[in-house]
């Protein structure tokens, strides 16, 4: 199954941390045919390469202590016949959605779902959300704020303003299947991967010596980061449905099934 997302720690600009579901297409749900179950969708952040990027320690060449994105509507899609041709979005989650990728404290509530095979979620980057308390203010207008620091001590402020839609989208003959035994997902970006081939020895600094990476500074290496935002997710089922992807679940990601 070729799939790339769903959504640890989430800080929800909308409803007071109460996604509102709207289901459209095929809202029609029986307790024989396509009962509902409470799904949850997290979305966190791991790496495959510590030495390049790390986030828990200071083992890496760069190290993540912060990292924000904003989320527009959760779209999830079901194919009647066939994943090549789905029907419209079965579910919508409202956004926008504040998500501290670091921040393991909070996640989005549980939402209704109807139990079955699911061929893409749809999750939009957005920006111009109303932030949260603790958001920080790079994120103003923006849909991606991280804050980071070389293994020198410089420290590196990226923004991203891109607005790219991520799709999650299974094989024709392997789509998801959302159950009882199912329904605790999680999405992880990979730093290694947001981050790999960025040469930020060679990037320009401030006066101060900060590194910033926006539409105004070092833009190649936003570039070359904003290429890198979709290949780096990774699907995984949260077994023990904490909402943290653990040692045990990390090492089988349902996208490579």
Request: proline letters at 5%; hydrophobic letters at 35%; glycine letters at 6%.
């Amino acid at each position: 199954m070729r799939f790339y997302l769903w959504m640890p720690a989430l800080l929800v600009a909308c409803e007071a941390g109460n996604p509102k579901v709207t289901e459209t297409g095929n809202p029609k749900v029986t307790e024989t045919g396509n009962p509902q179950v409470d799904a949850r969708l997290a979305v966190t952040v791991m790496t495959t390469d510590s030495e390049l990027v790390s986030f828990e320690d200071d083992s890496g060449d760069l190290v993540v202590n912060s990292a924000w994105m904003v989320f527009g509507d959760l779209r999830f899609v079901s194919g009647e016949d066939d994943c090549e041709d789905p029907a419209e979005a079965d579910v919508t989650v409202d956004g926008p959605l504040v998500v501290d990728l670091i921040d393991m404290e909070s996640v989005i509530d549980s939402f209704k779902l109807k139990s079955g095979e699911y061929c893409r979620i749809r999750l939009p980057m957005d920006r111009g959300a109303q932030l949260p308390p603790g958001a920080p203010g790079a994120l103003d207008d923006a849909a991606i704020a991280i804050e980071a620091r070389r293994s020198d001590g410089t420290p590196v402020y990226l923004t991203s303003r891109s607005t790219e839609d991520l799709e999650l989208k299974s094989d024709d003959d392997d789509p998801l299947t959302v159950d009882e035994d199912n329904r605790h997902l999680l999405v992880a970006f990979d730093l290694a991967v947001w981050f790999d081939e960025l040469d930020l020895d060679s990037a320009g600094a401030e006066p101060n010596g900060d590194i910033l990476i926006d539409d105004d500074h070092n833009q190649e290496l936003l570039d070359d980061f904003e290429d890198n935002i979709e290949d780096a997710m990774e699907l995984f089922g949260d077994d023990d449905e904490d909402g943290d992807l653990d040692d045990d679940e990390d090492d089988d990601p349902l996208n490579d099934r």
